[in-house]
């Protein structure tokens, strides 16, 4: 989301600035002072002070994260890592190509996985061990992970990019889960291609987004708002022009650990390591351009009018937490979409689908399961139909 993007941005390229100081001190250190005694002796004098300062700066600068991560979460007793199996290249939108990969029972329910911005496909990695009794879909964002963009980038895109997917799935019904961006992306859906829903899609779970400009719905709003223009839209694009320097500065913030103090300000009390490191290593591999882009297009998005297109039965959920798309978006939501209920998982932020994947996990399942049992036919494979 846009603001810890930002704050992501500016405190790699404060790192950068702290490994300068640590090449400053080293060298005044090393070039030292020469100074003439009493007997017009030349001496050079170092001041060990300089040395100690440049070698304290330099061990920050790519050690930093070993230290700053303990204290900001807990440890771990299941971990995530950004690991994948054997996935494809699937056609996206005007030329986008989409890395896609298949887990569960072929013949079971089909849920299609859309991960926030920022991230890729691997952070599903409880969703795919929790949810291992259904057929699976989770993709790249194109941009971002293994997926390749073609093309501007805009909420438009990323849903006629979540069609292809969906078709992926052939005649069979889906769920769609999406977070963060990946809810605004089923919601431009459903304002685009309201004919899908009901037919190709069965039914639809949120998890932490909203139904407008995030900087609307977060917190601090006017603050954030008044400050759009000024301030985050110029740095946004100067990441975009100079994406090389703003890419050094996010690998130098992963190793100083200040990208993960920006990354735990999308987590409440149930953080662990591998969940913080994992999220942050995301952030850090993808390209700061694009990155840019896709907060930009945020701003300049709305699909609060889309909202009456969702009647297949919708489960958001939302948490009590949360600061990035705080509760009263998911709220706003539930109500206005007339095949939807509001569930609230208490002590969690925006990434809440990880620290209490537990409770997401299990109250998609139980969606899910729902569904099925209330329209079985709908959801059979098209040849086990036929043959029955």
Same mark, same amino acid.
């Given at each position: 989301?846009?603001?810890?993007?930002?704050?992501?941005?500016?405190?790699?390229?404060?790192?950068?600035?702290?490994?300068?100081?640590?090449?400053?001190?080293?060298?005044?250190?090393?070039? *030292?002072?020469?100074?003439?005694?009493?007997?017009?002796?030349?001496?050079?004098?170092?001041?060990?002070?300089?040395?100690?300062?440049?070698?304290?700066?330099?061990?920050?600068?790519?050690?930093?994260?070993?230290?700053?991560?303990?204290?900001?979460?807990?440890?771990?007793? !299941?971990?995530?890592?950004?690991?994948?199996?054997?996935?494809?290249?699937? +056609?996206?939108?005007?030329?986008?190509?989409?890395?896609?990969?298949?887990?569960? %029972?072929?013949?079971?329910?089909?849920?299609?996985? $859309?991960?926030?911005?920022?991230? &890729?496909?691997?952070?599903?990695?409880?969703?795919?061990?929790?949810?291992?009794?259904?057929?699976?879909?989770?993709? &790249?964002?194109?941009?971002?992970?293994?997926?390749?963009?073609?093309?501007?980038?805009?909420?438009?895109?990323? +849903?006629?990019?979540?069609?292809?997917?969906?078709?992926?799935?052939?005649?069979?019904?889906?769920?769609?889960?999406?977070?963060?961006?990946?809810?605004?992306?089923?919601?431009?859906?459903?304002?685009?291609?309201?004919?899908?829903? *009901?037919?190709?899609?069965?039914?639809?779970?949120?998890?932490?987004?909203?139904?407008?400009?995030?900087?609307? $719905?977060?917190?601090?709003?006017?603050?954030?708002?008044?400050?759009?223009?000024?301030?985050?839209?110029?740095?946004?694009?100067?990441?975009?022009?100079?994406?090389?320097?703003?890419?050094?500065?996010?690998?130098?913030?992963?190793?100083?650990?200040?990208?993960?103090?920006?990354?735990?300000?999308?987590?409440?009390?149930?953080?662990?390591?591998?969940?913080?490191?994992?999220?942050?290593?995301?952030?850090?591999?993808?390209?700061?351009?694009?990155?840019?882009?896709?907060?930009?297009?945020?701003?300049?998005?709305?699909?609060?009018?889309?909202?009456?297109?969702?009647?297949? %039965?919708?489960?958001?959920?939302?948490?009590?937490? !949360?600061?990035? $798309?705080?509760?009263?978006?998911?709220?706003?939501?539930?109500?206005?979409?007339?095949? +939807?209920?509001?569930?609230?998982?208490? *002590?969690?932020?925006?990434?809440?689908?990880?620290?209490?994947? &537990?409770?997401?996990?299990?109250?998609?399942?139980?969606?899910?399961?729902?569904?099925?049992?209330?329209? $079985?036919?709908?959801?059979?494979?098209?040849?086990?139909?036929?043959?029955?």
């Amino acid at each position: 989301m846009p603001i810890i993007s930002l704050i992501r941005l500016l405190l790699g390229l404060l790192s950068l600035a702290i490994l300068g100081a640590a090449g400053y001190f080293l060298f005044t250190w090393w070039q *030292g002072e020469f100074v003439a005694d009493a007997d017009a002796v030349t001496r050079r004098i170092r001041e060990d002070w300089r040395l100690w300062t440049g070698l304290g700066l330099l061990a920050w600068s790519f050690l930093g994260r070993w230290i700053v991560t303990p204290l900001l979460a807990r440890r771990d007793t !299941d971990r995530t890592r950004p690991e994948r199996s054997n996935g494809q290249i699937a +056609a996206g939108h005007a030329g986008s190509r989409l890395y896609v990969e298949r887990h569960g %029972p072929a013949n079971a329910p089909v849920i299609v996985l $859309t991960h926030g911005w920022g991230l &890729d496909s691997t952070i599903w990695s409880y969703a795919r061990r929790d949810l291992s009794q259904f057929r699976l879909l989770s993709w &790249d964002l194109p941009g971002l992970g293994r997926s390749e963009l073609q093309g501007e980038l805009s909420l438009e895109t990323l +849903a006629a990019n979540l069609k292809a997917v969906v078709a992926l799935a052939g005649e069979r019904p889906v769920v769609l889960v999406g977070h963060s961006i990946g809810g605004m992306t089923i919601q431009t859906l459903a304002r685009d291609h309201p004919e899908l829903f *009901g037919r190709e899609i069965r039914g639809v779970v949120l998890l932490n987004t909203t139904y407008t400009n995030p900087l609307r $719905t977060m917190i601090l709003s006017p603050l954030m708002l008044a400050l759009r223009k000024p301030l985050i839209e110029p740095v946004l694009t100067l990441a975009r022009w100079l994406q090389p320097l703003a890419w050094v500065g996010a690998w130098q913030g992963y190793l100083s650990g200040s990208a993960h103090v920006a990354n735990r300000i999308g987590f409440g009390r149930f953080v662990t390591h591998s969940q913080l490191e994992h999220t942050t290593l995301l952030a850090t591999r993808n390209p700061p351009g694009v990155l840019a882009r896709g907060n930009l297009a945020m701003f300049r998005w709305d699909a609060e009018a889309a909202l009456p297109a969702l009647t297949v %039965p919708t489960l958001v959920l939302g948490g009590d937490m !949360d600061i990035v $798309t705080k509760l009263e978006a998911s709220r706003h939501i539930a109500g206005a979409a007339p095949g +939807a209920r509001l569930e609230t998982i208490e *002590g969690v932020n925006h990434m809440g689908f990880l620290e209490r994947a &537990d409770v997401y996990n299990a109250a998609i399942a139980e969606f899910v399961e729902g569904l099925a049992r209330a329209d $079985t036919a709908t959801f059979m494979p098209m040849a086990a139909t036929s043959a029955a």
